[in-house]
């Protein structure tokens, strides 16, 4: 392809991003007698998030911190992972079994607590520790991962639990991103044992996201400590995506008897 031209593409695409209101990013490469354009996934730009009114504070975690930077980790940056869409009914379920009576409510996540309509199901995919990898979807629970119908704008809070991490925190925050946050019902900074809660397509708190960034800069030695009921973000106009494991293992998120008494 002739370099002007080639440009000229470049640019158009540019153009058409922020016309959009997309981020973009083009890059383009030169092989033997030709060119190619590289197009990575087109995003529309987060809106800002509005801050919760919500102070924060940290607690000293159970050493030692996690192994890698938290965002390279597969078990905190869940978009490391991904999903894929599952064949699953869109619905609240009954499952066998006994009940934690301290696990997390998911209903006191939302304002006002409720069990909102689910719009979607999804398989999160394994991790190959091995290869370092992303392995196969996993097929066991028929859901790992669920949307749920918000209202945008209105506040997500931290769901309320029997655990106590001291002086009245539930958990921490072990990874922050504007639009994904992990919680965890432990002080350790890993999801090996206790309650782990990820959230995805929402706004987090940026007094919150600072506080995450600076202890995260600073070595993990303390993180993000939160109490039921405190507000953490809010929700945007996408639906809200929840996984939640239980000694690093995925559950299905459906489940009234768990999450949704």
């Known amino acids: 392809m002739n370099r002007n031209i080639l440009h000229q593409l470049s640019s158009l695409f540019l153009a058409l991003g922020l016309l959009l209101g997309m981020t973009m990013t083009v890059r383009a490469e030169e092989?033997?007698?030709?060119?190619r354009i590289f197009l990575p996934l087109a995003l529309r730009a987060p809106a800002s998030c509005a801050a919760t009114g919500a102070r924060y504070a940290s607690l000293p975690i159970n050493p030692p911190p996690t192994d890698r930077p938290a965002a390279q980790h597969p078990d905190l940056n869940l978009a490391l992972r991904g999903y894929t869409p599952a064949n699953a009914?869109?619905?609240?379920i009954w499952l066998g079994g006994d009940a934690d009576a301290r696990a997390p409510q998911l209903t006191t996540l939302l304002s006002p607590?409720?069990?909102?309509?689910?719009?979607?199901a999804w398989h999160v995919y394994d991790w190959d520790w091995t290869q370092n990898r992303r392995g196969d979807p996993i097929a066991a629970p028929p859901v790992t991962l669920m949307g749920l119908k918000t209202t945008p704008g209105e506040l997500l809070s931290l769901p309320d639990s029997g655990y106590d991490l001291g002086q009245g925190y539930e958990a921490l925050v072990l990874y922050a991103e504007p639009h994904r946050i992990t919680l965890k019902y432990t002080r350790e900074d890993n999801v090996v044992s206790g309650y782990t809660l990820h959230l995805e397509n929402i706004c987090v708190d940026p007094n919150l996201l600072a506080l995450y960034q600076q202890l995260d800069g600073q070595g993990r030695e303390q993180l993000p400590a939160l109490r039921a009921g405190q507000p953490l973000a809010r929700a945007v106009d996408s639906p809200l995506s929840i996984a939640i494991r239980d000694t690093g293992?995925?559950?299905?998120?459906?489940?009234?008897?768990?999450?949704?008494?």
């Open 31 to 35: 092989g033997a007698g030709s060119y």
């Open 89 to 92: 009914a869109t619905e609240y």
């Open 249 to 261: 293992r995925f559950m299905d998120p459906r489940s009234i008897k768990d999450w949704w008494r």
């Open 113 to 120: 607590p409720r069990r909102p309509d689910i719009t979607g």
